[in-house]
């Protein structure tokens, strides 16, 4: 199964916006940049909003058949694409997946699963060749978001975590966002 999907591993910035219903909100994606893979995602690549299902840790869900441990949306704002979904907390699986990602803090990286039948390119360009990328992505559609160790991305990490008292606008973590990536660009 997993031969005919690819996995976009990046840092993530995520915010808890309730504990008691496992809600998370999660930086995937960072558009118009070269990734540890080579790749660039271009802006309008992701569809308006794309209903994925949350896999446990590593694209356990796509790699290993494991049962969702959530479901979700992706969602593109300005030049991040964001997950927001929720952990199945009445299951031990999406509690335990759940405390992972919420442990993890500001350590914690995220990535995303498409198929490769459905990505389309666009053609590669000098400027992009000289930045190192390999491809240029114009369209692909998400079905899997996962928590990873290790993320593909440049500029993206774990911010903060909230809870439902207390959240953080959606424009403060991507503000927060734009700051760290200015801050780990590797050029």
């Not at 990046?10 to 080579?38: M, R």
């Not at 949350?54 to 300005?78: C, M, N």
Request: glycine share 12%; with cysteine.
């Amino acid at each position: 199964m997993s031969e005919n999907l690819e996995l976009k591993s990046f840092g993530s910035a995520f915010e808890i916006k309730d504990a008691a219903n496992g809600e998370v909100a999660a930086i995937v994606a960072t558009l118009g940049v070269v990734d540890k893979d080579g790749d660039v995602l271009l802006p309008g690549c992701f569809p308006p909003a794309a209903s994925v299902t949350l896999s446990g840790y590593r694209h356990d869900v796509i790699k290993e058949g494991a049962p969702p441990a959530g479901k979700g949306t992706i969602t593109v704002e300005g030049d991040k694409a964001i997950f927001k979904g929720r952990f199945f907390m009445s299951s031990e699986r999406g509690r335990e997946a759940f405390a992972l990602v919420r442990e993890m803090g500001e350590d914690g990286q995220w990535s995303f699963g498409f198929p490769t039948r459905a990505t389309k390119t666009a053609p590669m360009t000098d400027e992009w060749r000289t930045k190192g990328a390999r491809r240029v992505i114009a369209g692909l559609q998400p079905i899997e978001a996962s928590p990873v160790f290790i993320g593909a991305g440049y500029g993206t990490g774990t911010l903060y975590t909230k809870h439902a008292k207390d959240p953080a606008p959606l424009e403060d973590v991507n503000a927060a966002a734009d700051k760290l990536f200015k801050r780990r660009i590797v050029r």
